[in-house]
Nanobody, 122 residues
Framework: QVQLVESGGGSVQAGGSLRLSCAAS????????MGWFRQAPGKEREWLGD???????TYADPVKGRFTISKDYAKNSLHLQMNNLNAEDSASYYC????????????????WGQGTQVTVSS
């Protein structure tokens, strides 16, 4: 069974940084499109960005220049480095994976993590 397990969430002051991690198998890391989403209370789940098998990244406009997605093959992990956080970034954050990039970007990937909470105080 394919599993993704997020970690690294927590509370931070506005302007601060957090790095989220998503543990995955070596096979997933090397063969799937992987991405990050978030969902705030009362809002729809939002695609933040993704990374392909060649480690090329694409980001949504609200996080471009502040968030960075990367892979750590030594630790079989996907990371989301978040800088210059603000209160609007408070949400549950999820990693996801799919063989199909468009399924991932439409928010219907095959595999989801359980989520990790990020709270940004102003």
């Amino acid at each position: 069974q394919v599993q993704l397990v997020e970690s690294g969430g927590g509370s931070v002051q506005a302007g601060g940084s957090l790095r989220l991690s998503c543990a995955a198998s070596e096979y997933i890391l090397s063969n799937y499109y992987m991405g990050w989403f978030r969902q705030a209370p009362g809002k729809e789940r939002e695609w933040l960005g993704d990374i392909n098998k060649a480690d090329s990244t694409t980001y949504a406009d609200p996080v471009k220049g502040r968030f960075t997605i990367s892979k750590d093959y030594a630790k079989n992990s996907l990371h989301l480095q978040m800088n210059n956080l603000n209160a609007e970034d408070s949400a549950s954050y999820y990693c996801a994976a799919d063989f199909n990039r468009w399924a991932l970007r439409r928010g219907v990937p095959n595999v989801w993590g359980q989520g990790t909470q990020v709270t940004v105080s102003s």
